[in-house]
């Protein structure tokens, strides 16, 4: 049986003292204080094993060194695996039985471990959820930006500042209420849009940088270290952790984590806080991306594909944009987005990029023909609020549903802040608004990562300024 269930999450109960253990799941630590530590810390995986929906494995740590593998199922049983039944020494750890009447003791000589049976009707019920420790806040104070290269639009002042981790980048919530960072002290910080602590945990030292994304229908906040996920609901609450199989890799270019196993082996995505196999994608497709526990795909020419485990994959057909021909490639993708390259069907030397709905494959925006090759490098950027995009040098307004592109020539965009879409054109920074307005930048002008309240969010030599609009 014990081969049958993965080995992740890692597990590790240590018993210290007769009153407190530590439960580590898959790197995660939930230190504990009971008056009976053993009992406790067997619920506590087993709250586990019902959220993943099976057994898990797990190694129990006496206070003298000694250890003992287990399995640990969602119901609270827990059964020793035999490891060397020649050495006949048996565990101490003792009967473990349902908490909501009485404890009964079963013993047995023939086994490492005693089981328990029920840990209540059904699956364990989860209290209160556990709370983030108590932290010192980093530093915060105003500040002069002292390169004086600020967006226009903004003062060199600095309502507040922060260090944070080098070579990390900052994390603005789409909607400018929340500021996250690594911190110098290897912790993820989140702020309001004034600078005050929202609330802060501990990360590993090889913790990237945070991004917001969607879990399970829930904004969080999240990061990923090699071997694992961790994300945050907010308000305090302990981050929830996903321990991520062997080399692989972590996405957010959709709204959600899209987890590409490696050797092309792959893809998962998380459901109900666990991960789930990705179904086997349509012949000559990629993987663009994740929309919760769905995954989008694309052949070269078309269609797309929603693939969801357990569930038939859906096929989405791209409605060509008036005047094409035929579709020339699949080109990229992004939340709710996808962007193809069509022929024109009156003249072969012209070609028409266009942005379709990933759901239903209509025709969302047009960027009319244009000569075949101009569209050669562009970048698709858009806006995380999904009002305006770029791509290359079309502009695209996602708020209108007529006459809602326009052609900047020489554009390439590379960022969008705020109400601000930055990109070059002849290697000068130039600002467009939603409504086609440029506003050239002051060479050398440092691009925002984002607006938060009424602050523009930049970072110099790893502190970030969140510098005042101008007066």
Request: with cysteine; aromatic share 8%.
């Amino acid at each position: 049986m014990a081969e049958k269930i993965p080995s992740w999450p890692k597990v590790t109960i240590r018993l210290y003292d007769d009153h407190n253990a530590e439960v580590k799941i898959a790197g995660r630590s939930h230190p504990i204080n009971h008056h009976d530590p053993r009992q406790a810390a067997l619920q506590l995986v087993s709250e586990q094993a019902a959220q993943l929906g099976r057994a898990v494995k797990a190694t129990a740590v006496e206070a003298d060194g000694a250890s003992w593998p287990l399995i640990i199922h969602p119901d609270g049983q827990v059964e020793a695996i035999e490891t060397d039944p020649r050495k006949g020494k048996k565990p101490v750890w003792p009967i473990v039985v349902a908490m909501a009447v009485a404890v009964v003791l079963i013993a047995g000589t023939t086994l490492y471990i005693t089981v328990f049976s029920k840990l209540g009707e059904g699956k364990p019920q989860v209290t209160e959820s556990p709370k983030l420790p108590e932290l010192p806040a980093p530093s915060v104070h105003a500040d002069e930006f002292p390169p004086r290269t600020q967006p226009l639009g903004y003062s060199t002042h600095a309502g507040w500042t922060v260090d944070i981790a080098a070579d990390s980048t900052p994390a603005i919530k789409p909607d400018g209420t929340e500021v996250a960072i690594l911190t110098t002290d290897q912790k993820v910080a989140v702020f309001d849009s004034n600078g005050k602590v929202l609330w802060q945990d501990k990360v590993p030292k090889d913790a990237e940088s945070p991004t917001y994304t969607t879990i399970d229908g829930k904004l969080v906040l999240a990061l990923t270290t090699p071997s694992t996920l961790y994300y945050w609901a907010g308000g305090g609450a302990e981050a929830k952790t996903i321990e991520l199989p062997d080399s692989a890799k972590v996405q957010f270019f959709g709204k959600s984590p899209l987890i590409m196993l490696s050797n092309e082996s792959g893809a998962m995505v998380i459901s109900g806080g666990v991960l789930k196999t990705v179904p086997e994608k349509p012949r000559s497709s990629t993987i663009l991306l994740a929309e919760g526990d769905r995954t989008l795909m694309a052949q070269y020419y078309g269609p797309l594909f929603w693939a969801q485990p357990d569930k038939e994959t859906v096929e989405v057909k791209l409605q060509p944009p008036g005047g094409a021909g035929s579709i020339i490639q699949v080109v990229s993708a992004s939340p709710d987005y996808v962007q193809a390259l069509w022929t024109n069907a009156k003249n072969p030397e012209e070609v028409i990029p266009s942005v379709h709905s990933s759901a239903s494959g209509k025709v969302v925006a047009s960027c009319g023909s244009i000569r075949n090759g101009d569209n050669n490098g562009w970048d698709w950027v858009p806006d995380p609020n999904r009002k305006f995009a770029a791509w290359g040098a079309c502009l695209v307004n996602l708020t209108l549903t007529k006459n809602n592109t326009r052609i900047l020539p020489g554009f390439q965009p590379l960022s969008v802040s705020g109400s601000m879409l930055y990109g070059t054109i002849s290697s000068k920074l130039t600002a467009v608004s939603p409504n086609w307005n440029t506003y050239p930048q002051n060479e050398g002008t440092t691009r925002p990562w984002g607006v938060a309240g009424k602050r523009a969010v930049v970072v110099y030599n790893s502190v970030l300024y969140a510098l005042d609009p101008a007066t």
